[in-house]
Nanobody, 124 residues
Framework: QVQLVESGGGLVQAGGSLRLSCTAS????????MGWFRQAPGKEREFVAS????????DYADSLKGRFTISTDNAKNMVFLQMNNLEPDDTAVYYC?????????????????WGQGTQVTVSS
């Protein structure tokens, strides 16, 4: 059974940083693509970033490039999202997702597995 467990969310002031972690278990993810999405209150879930487990190819939402960095620790089956210079508009529940196909994608429906999410709140 595939499990994705996020951690690292919390309350931070604008301009601060947070590092989210996602621990994946239940199968081999070597051919997968991992992604981070977020959902703010009253809004649709949106793409944040993705990375291929093999090769480490990354992709980012245009609006977040330069502030957010996605990375993996293949040995520990973990995916990270480093978020810097956070803004109140970054407040959302952040979800880790896994896609069974190699290749970056921002399309939510192409991801097969989802975590429960971790809350990030940025105060002004």
């Amino acid at each position: 059974q595939v499990q994705l467990v996020e951690s690292g969310g919390g309350l931070v002031q604008a301009g601060g940083s947070l590092r989210l972690s996602c621990t994946a278990s239940g199968r081999s993810f070597s051919s997968h693509t991992m992604g981070w999405f977020r959902q703010a209150p009253g809004k649709e879930r949106e793409f944040v970033a993705s990375v291929t487990w093999r090769g480490g190819n990354t992709d980012y939402a245009d609006s977040l490039k330069g502030r957010f960095t996605i990375s993996t620790d293949n040995a520990k089956n973990m995916v990270f999202l480093q978020m810097n210079n956070l803004e109140p508009d970054d407040t959302a529940v952040y979800y880790c997702a896994a896609r069974k196909t190699w290749g970056s994608s921002s399309v939510l429906d192409l991801y097969n597995y989802w975590g429960q999410g971790t809350q990030v709140t940025v105060s002004s």
